[in-house]
């Protein structure tokens, strides 16, 4: 089992920025460096035990969608390799599989939850009017 990347440390570039799963480096003035760590959040609150490659897959899936959705949107993806932008095994072994270089852009500040259920505030709102965010479902829905 492969040792689990908490946090990275990357020598060869200034970090920036540190989120909950995500570790930003700056590369320039219009581009960065994003690693996925295996940290993991629960409810807004980051966890001390990660769980082992959950960077990868977090970093596959993006990929995924990012390429499946490209035709439709542009995004912030350059296709530039992470591992020519660092220097050192060590750097390279922290970017290798879990890391994308982003052109450096003005974020939209938007979140969205996707859930296969209603629950919550949304469960509230559907009670109440049939709706949730103003889109009409479907009559009898049930709670979760």
């Not at 960077?55 to 990012?66: D, I, K, N, P, T």
Request: charge should be positive; charged fraction near 30%; hydrophobic fraction near 40%.
């Amino acid at each position: 089992m492969a040792t689990p990347l908490y946090e990275s440390n990357l020598t060869s570039l200034k970090r920036i920025g540190r989120g909950k799963v995500r570790d930003i480096y700056a590369m320039g003035e219009d581009k960065m460096l994003i690693v996925v760590s295996d940290r993991l959040s629960a409810f807004d609150v980051v966890l001390s035990d990660p769980i082992p490659d959950k960077g990868r897959v977090l970093h596959e899936m993006a990929a995924f969608w990012f390429d499946r959705l490209a035709h439709v949107l542009p995004n912030h993806l350059t296709g530039i390799d992470p591992e020519s932008v660092v220097r050192g095994d060590e750097d390279k072994a922290q970017v290798r599989g879990r890391s994308v270089v982003v052109k450096k852009l003005q974020p939209l500040p938007i979140e969205a939850v996707v859930r296969g259920y209603l629950i919550g505030s949304g469960w509230k709102d559907y009670q109440k009017t049939g709706k949730v965010c103003g889109i009409e479902l479907p009559r009898d829905l049930q709670q979760a």
